[in-house]
């Protein structure tokens, strides 16, 4: 993407603005044309950038690199903020009132801002393809994989197109929209992808959860579980973690697309949404949909690495000028609610972008928004701001203001980093240690070549100083008599290793003997050193091991006696008495959202969808529907699991812990056998006696229950473990990897 570092000069409306930005190198005309702001001046180019699509990628390179796969807490590298400018067409009022096009861009990653009509289309054909495909949005999800926290947020005025941007327009789900629609946005896409990623990484098991809050008049609300009687929910700093954190929020196990398209209808269906003069569907909040990607991936000797990265999409509730969206009454408090946020964001976003003021103070704790967003913004996080913007002239000055505040927010610099358990660090750098030290020995074994033939010339320094001139070129005797090594004769080199030419062994005389068994038992005793010290990180490692062991064992009672309380516990007193470690389910899953995520994926996979040039699976736009859509839509499969694919027709496991071929999880077998005894799971009815979700008694039904019940009781029935009595059990929770 075109990289945007403006310095900016002057922007009265009146005056011409150009802005320059490096080309990029994967834009389409359109959205290359879309991404470079503002300011009066010429931006350095993507080479040099920060804060780039490219620059995602060296992130990543350099973060994944050697020392990567680590957390790397003693790394400096910091990168930008990525920025990228998304402006919608004109919209039917603005064309009625002949309202002009104000923006343009001309390409090469500028943009121009002019009072002057500007004719073109302003880059406003993009698709949410193009965002997909070119804002950088899917290297983001690849770092969220690979452990790293990412946040894509979308900021402009009111009536801008961020939702349109992030979920596409309204009522979306609501009109039996082709799974294949062009219209579908940005998180739809990303799930798309997400999913085709996970399915690629075949040496990994992954664990999804996701959550969707809206911050509404600063109450922070669980859109996952709406209710008359639910509280705002409290945003609290957690030291462990050392962030904020929103308690007892919904955390939805996704082990499906389907599951993940589900968290995205209902949060749709259940955010604050109000008319006003400029937008008809305009939101009344900010939303926060967060998916947490746990991954585990088999090292050597058995142990298995867990990562725990996170994508979130935002949607920020647009700045307005009430006067022009003639707000009054409830939803002028909310406009007076949202500006005061978005200022705050703002205040904080000046304050982080200017480095004069690195250490200064950052008023986060000023919004709910702005300590949610704290991490992102400046912490160990991966950023996407999409700024969205009008290209009307009636809306110049609103314009000018996202876009200066994109070219602040490219200022910003954040340190990305992938957090592991401490444990899990330590086995790993253990791990290598004893990797490298079993090279160097298998190394200096050639060397000395303890075989029949082998004995050394001199001590293993010496040995690797020669290997390594012979390396570089240099003849391996002429290197020993330079270093003033004495030549033992018989003694040749070959391919590296010291070889003995018995023949020549008798001619050697006694000194030269005894010299030559002196250096072989110095090297014997030093080979014997490094094989103990091999052991005794072997042992370390596999003491390390039975710590981790007895540590998941703990957590487990421990989750068991919460489970235990929280069952006899009334659903009124729950929120006091859960500890933010504990996640309750919502009782939204299941659900069958309005769009088939396993016909999606299979279409993907199969080809059916159409893909731009230079596309992947995620960044469909639209084909016919698969033949197959009806009839396979009657089950569902987790993609994940092939066996599952192949058994259709059975009930599938929603816990993805192994159940029927399912994922397995890399607990000792003790504690699986354990779990299996407990499994809920293979009986929903041994735990509700209810028989399905929305038949408990008292428990809360939503659109969806009944909706997929008339539809399909049996799919909803079967992806409903533990719910009871409209609470659902935390059981599940145990076969889920345990966080530390
Ligand atoms: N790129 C686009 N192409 C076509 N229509 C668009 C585009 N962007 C926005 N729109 C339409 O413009 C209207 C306003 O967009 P949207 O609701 O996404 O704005 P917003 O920035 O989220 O506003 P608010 O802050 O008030 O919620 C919607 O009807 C939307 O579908």
Same mark, same amino acid.
């Given at each position: 993407?075109?990289?945007?570092?403006?310095?900016?000069?002057?922007?009265?409306?009146?005056?011409?603005?150009?802005?320059?930005?490096?080309?990029?190198?994967?834009?389409?005309?359109?959205?290359?044309?879309?991404?470079?702001?503002?300011?009066?001046?010429?931006?350095?180019?993507?080479?040099?950038?920060?804060?780039?699509?490219?620059?995602?990628?060296?992130?990543?390179?350099?973060?994944?690199?050697?020392?990567?796969?680590?957390?790397?807490?003693?790394?400096?590298?910091?990168?930008?903020?990525?920025?990228?400018?998304?402006?919608?067409?004109?919209?039917?009022?603005?064309?009625?009132?002949?309202?002009?096009?104000?923006?343009?861009?001309?390409?090469?990653?500028?943009?121009?801002? +002019?009072?002057?009509?500007?004719?073109?289309?302003?880059?406003?054909?993009?698709?949410?393809?193009?965002?997909?495909?070119?804002?950088?949005?899917?290297?983001?999800?690849?770092?969220?994989?690979?452990?790293?926290?990412?946040?894509?947020?979308?900021?402009?005025?009111?009536?801008?197109?961020?939702?349109?941007?992030?979920?596409?327009?309204?009522?979306?789900?609501?009109?039996?929209?082709?799974?294949?629609?062009?219209?579908?946005?940005?998180?739809?896409?990303?799930?798309?992808?997400?999913?085709?990623?996970?399915?690629?990484?075949?040496?990994?098991?992954?664990?999804?959860?996701?959550?969707?809050?809206?911050?509404?008049?600063?109450?922070?609300?669980?859109?996952?579980?709406?209710?008359?009687?639910?509280?705002?929910?409290?945003? &609290?700093?957690?030291?462990?973690?050392?962030?904020?954190?929103?308690?007892?929020?919904?955390?939805?196990?996704?082990?499906?697309?389907?599951?993940?398209?589900?968290?995205?209808?209902?949060?749709?269906?259940?955010?604050?949404?109000?008319?006003?003069?400029?937008?008809?569907?305009?939101?009344?909040?900010?939303? /926060?949909?967060?998916?947490?990607?746990?991954?585990?991936?088999?090292?050597?000797?058995?142990?298995?690495?867990?990562?725990?990265?996170?994508?979130?999409?935002?949607?920020?509730?647009?700045?307005?000028?009430?006067?022009?969206? +003639?707000?009054?009454?409830?939803?002028?408090?909310?406009?007076?609610?949202?500006?005061?946020?978005?200022?705050?964001?703002?205040?904080? /976003?000046?304050?982080?972008?200017?480095? &004069?003021?690195?250490?200064?103070?950052?008023?986060?704790?000023?919004?709910?928004?702005?300590?949610?967003?704290? @991490?992102?913004?400046?912490?160990?996080?991966?950023?996407?701001? %999409?700024?969205?913007?009008?290209?009307?002239?009636?809306? %110049?000055?609103?314009?000018?203001?996202?876009?200066?505040?994109?070219?602040?927010?490219?200022?910003?610099?954040?340190?990305?980093? %992938?957090?592991?358990?401490?444990?899990?660090?330590?086995?790993?750098?253990?791990?290598?240690?004893?990797?490298?030290?079993?090279?160097?020995?298998?190394?200096?074994?050639?060397? /000395? @070549?303890?075989?029949?033939?082998?004995?050394?010339?001199?001590?293993?320094?010496?040995?690797?100083?020669?290997?390594?001139?012979?390396?570089?070129?240099?003849?391996?005797?002429?290197?020993?008599?330079?270093?003033?090594?004495?030549?033992?004769?018989?003694?040749?080199?070959?391919?590296?290793?010291?070889?003995?030419?018995?023949?020549?062994?008798?001619?050697?005389?006694?000194?030269?003997?005894?010299?030559?068994?002196?250096?072989?038992?110095?090297?014997?005793?030093?080979?014997?050193?490094?094989?103990?010290?091999?052991?005794?990180?072997?042992?370390?490692?596999?003491?390390?091991?039975?710590?981790?062991?007895?540590?998941?064992?703990?957590?487990?009672?421990?989750?068991?006696?919460? +489970?235990?309380?929280?069952?006899?516990?009334?659903?009124?007193?729950?929120?006091?008495?859960? @500890?933010?470690?504990?996640?309750?389910?919502?009782?939204? /899953?299941?659900?069958?959202?309005?769009?088939?995520?396993?016909?999606?994926?299979?279409?993907?996979?199969?080809?059916?969808?159409?893909?731009?040039?230079?596309?992947?699976?995620?960044?469909?736009?639209?084909? =016919?529907?698969?033949?197959?859509? =009806?009839?396979?839509?009657?089950?569902?499969?987790?993609?994940?699991?092939?066996?599952?694919?192949? +058994?259709?027709?059975?009930?599938?496991?929603?816990?993805?812990?192994?159940?029927?071929?399912?994922?397995?999880?890399?607990?000792?077998?003790?504690?699986?056998?354990?779990?299996?005894?407990?499994?809920?799971?293979?009986?929903?009815?041994?735990?509700?006696?209810?028989?399905?979700?929305?038949?408990?008694?008292?428990?809360?039904?939503?659109?969806?229950?009944?909706?997929?019940?008339?539809?399909?009781?049996?799919?909803?029935?079967?992806?409903?473990?533990?719910?009871?009595?409209?609470?659902?059990?935390?059981?599940?929770?145990?076969?889920?990897?345990?966080?530390?």
């Amino acid at each position: 993407m075109g990289e945007r570092r403006a310095n900016r000069r002057g922007d009265s409306p009146g005056s011409r603005e150009s802005v320059r930005s490096g080309g990029s190198s994967q834009g389409s005309d359109s959205l290359n044309s879309s991404k470079g702001f503002t300011g009066h001046s010429t931006l350095p180019s993507s080479s040099e950038g920060m804060g780039s699509a490219s620059s995602l990628d060296q992130t990543m390179t350099r973060s994944l690199g050697s020392r990567g796969s680590l957390c790397d807490e003693g790394a400096d590298e910091c990168d930008n903020i990525n920025v990228v400018v998304r402006c919608r067409p004109l919209n039917e009022k603005e064309k009625q009132r002949c309202d002009e096009m104000c923006l343009r861009f001309p390409g090469e990653g500028q943009a121009w801002v +002019n009072m002057d009509n500007m004719n073109g289309t302003g880059g406003a054909e993009t698709q949410s393809e193009d965002v997909l495909a070119h804002s950088g949005v899917k290297r983001l999800l690849d770092m969220a994989i690979d452990g790293f926290s990412c946040t894509v947020f979308c900021y402009g005025q009111t009536g801008s197109g961020k939702t349109h941007t992030l979920t596409g327009p309204p009522h979306l789900f609501d009109n039996g929209t082709s799974m294949f629609s062009e219209s579908h946005g940005l998180i739809f896409r990303s799930f798309v992808y997400l999913f085709n990623q996970i399915q690629n990484r075949d040496d990994m098991e992954f664990t999804l959860t996701a959550s969707y809050l809206e911050i509404y008049n600063e109450k922070v609300i669980d859109l996952l579980n709406i209710g008359t009687n639910t509280k705002p929910l409290q945003v &609290r700093w957690s030291k462990k973690k050392r962030g904020f954190f929103v308690e007892n929020l919904f955390e939805i196990e996704c082990s499906e697309l389907d599951d993940l398209l589900a968290v995205l209808e209902e949060g749709l269906r259940n955010r604050a949404v109000a008319s006003h003069n400029m937008n008809e569907y305009s939101s009344r909040s900010h939303t /926060i949909l967060t998916v947490n990607i746990t991954s585990e991936q088999k090292a050597d000797d058995g142990v298995y690495l867990t990562k725990n990265g996170k994508i979130n999409f935002v949607d920020l509730a647009g700045s307005e000028m009430t006067k022009k969206t +003639n707000s009054e009454g409830k939803t002028l408090e909310e406009a007076n609610n949202i500006n005061k946020s978005l200022m705050v964001l703002g205040t904080c /976003i000046a304050a982080l972008s200017d480095h &004069r003021r690195k250490d200064g103070h950052i008023p986060y704790r000023d919004s709910k928004l702005t300590k949610l967003l704290a @991490d992102s913004l400046a912490g160990n996080g991966v950023t996407l701001m %999409i700024a969205c913007v009008s290209p009307a002239k009636s809306n %110049i000055s609103e314009t000018l203001n996202t876009l200066r505040y994109a070219s602040r927010a490219k200022r910003i610099r954040t340190k990305p980093l %992938i957090i592991m358990d401490p444990k899990e660090k330590v086995i790993l750098s253990l791990q290598r240690e004893v990797s490298l030290l079993r090279e160097e020995n298998a190394h200096l074994k050639m060397l /000395i @070549d303890l075989g029949e033939n082998g004995v050394p010339q001199e001590g293993p320094q010496q040995l690797n100083g020669h290997l390594a001139a012979e390396a570089n070129g240099v003849d391996l005797a002429e290197h020993v008599a330079a270093v003033g090594g004495r030549p033992v004769p018989g003694i040749m080199s070959r391919q590296g290793s010291f070889r003995i030419d018995k023949d020549k062994l008798e001619t050697l005389d006694n000194q030269e003997l005894v010299k030559l068994v002196q250096q072989y038992m110095a090297s014997y005793s030093n080979i014997r050193r490094e094989n103990k010290e091999l052991q005794q990180v072997s042992a370390a490692l596999v003491k390390d091991q039975e710590l981790v062991c007895r540590e998941n064992e703990r957590l487990l009672r421990k989750l068991e006696d919460v +489970n235990r309380k929280v069952a006899n516990t009334e659903p009124s007193a729950q929120n006091e008495r859960l @500890d933010d470690n504990v996640c309750r389910r919502s009782p939204i /899953i299941p659900a069958q959202p309005a769009v088939n995520g396993e016909d999606l994926l299979n279409a993907s996979l199969s080809g059916s969808i159409f893909y731009r040039s230079g596309g992947t699976p995620g960044s469909f736009i639209s084909r =016919s529907l698969p033949s197959s859509s =009806s009839s396979s839509s009657q089950v569902w499969v987790n993609p994940l699991n092939e066996t599952q694919g192949k +058994n259709a027709g059975s009930a599938p496991s929603s816990s993805g812990t192994g159940e029927g071929g399912g994922r397995s999880h890399h607990l000792p077998e003790s504690i699986n056998k354990e779990l299996e005894k407990r499994r809920i799971g293979k009986s929903l009815t041994d735990l509700t006696g209810t028989g399905g979700p929305g038949k408990s008694s008292g428990g809360r039904r939503n659109s969806w229950d009944e909706r997929n019940e008339r539809k399909n009781p049996v799919k909803s029935k079967s992806i409903s473990p533990g719910m009871a009595n409209g609470r659902r059990s935390l059981l599940p929770r145990l076969l889920a990897p345990i966080r530390s």
